[in-house]
């Protein structure tokens, strides 16, 4: 499934330790994002860390009891990995300069180089003998062209009022880059690429499942802990918007680990 597992297997390691740091000092000592991060984005910050936390310990434990033929662990580490690229994504571009930035850095890069050499060590023919209901594969790849289609609709709409006034935002520019750049062609990709049975559509659409779960359910936690940590009222549309598509994407990514199997005929 996976070839040069034991190389695979310490680089996951190795993103899941340095990432892991990187949260667990920005739990513990919050207020060093206090110059560099706006207060009212500080909930989202500090729930992303948690997440991180609890993304790479899953990933670590993953990848050490990961086999050579266990697809279902590749799908979720490399949802991990995804998750990790756009959680410091977003702190790179963000110009996040805590005493921590250049381990951010390191993180950004080793979660994009570690995914595409995981990927690129797939046995192809062996993955796209996995079978998958048809339904779950159409519906499932539908849906990701149709969140592609929804959020660059939303993020262009956005910022075309600020191409036209030749104005700037102070914060989460980096998210329209990041979803713009990489994350909805991405999806569209994975998306064809899982309708043709290829292996880099039946492992990566699922990991974007992970991955948008990585993506938005800090930020439906971020609205809970408003009022609770912050004094800050929580936004009942955004809490249903984010939990909402945090549960749908769960639930499809779950769905596929369930689904996705040997096919009968070959029993391999």
Excluded at 9 to 19: K, M
Excluded at 254 to 260: E, H
Aim: aromatic content about 12%; some cysteine; overall charge neutral.
């Amino acid at each position: 499934m996976i070839r040069n597992l034991a190389l695979n297997r310490a680089l996951f390691i190795v993103v899941g330790v340095l990432a892991l740091v990187a949260a667990v000092v920005g739990v513990l000592d919050p207020g060093m994002y206090d110059p560099v991060v706006a207060a009212q984005i500080m909930p989202g910050v500090f729930t992303q860390d948690l997440l991180v936390i609890a993304a790479t310990l899953l990933m670590i434990v993953l990848a050490l009891s990961l086999r050579q033929d266990d697809y279902r662990r590749i799908i979720m580490i490399s949802g991990v990995l995804g998750f990790l690229f756009y959680a410091y994504g977003i702190y790179a571009i963000e110009q996040v300069y805590t005493a921590l930035y250049v381990l951010y850095l390191a993180v950004l890069a080793s979660s994009f180089y570690v995914l595409a050499h995981s990927l690129a060590s797939l046995n192809a023919p062996v993955v796209e003998k996995l079978t998958l209901p048809p339904l779950l594969r159409y519906g499932a790849s539908g849906y990701g062209c149709l969140i592609a289609i929804l959020f660059n609709f939303i993020w262009i709409s956005q910022l075309i009022p600020l191409l036209r006034e030749g104005d700037r935002i102070e914060y989460t520019f980096s998210v329209y880059i990041i979803d713009l750049a990489f994350i909805m062609p991405a999806f569209v990709i994975a998306s064809i690429l899982a309708i043709r049975k290829r292996a880099l559509g039946l492992v990566g659409l699922p990991a974007l499942f992970f991955l948008g779960v990585g993506i938005l359910s800090p930020l439906a936690l971020a609205e809970l802990l408003k009022p609770l940590r912050y004094g800050v009222p929580t936004n009942p549309g955004e809490l249903w918007l984010y939990g909402v598509l945090s549960l749908v994407f769960l639930v499809l990514g779950m769905a596929y680990l369930v689904t996705l199997r040997p096919s009968p005929l070959t029993g391999e």
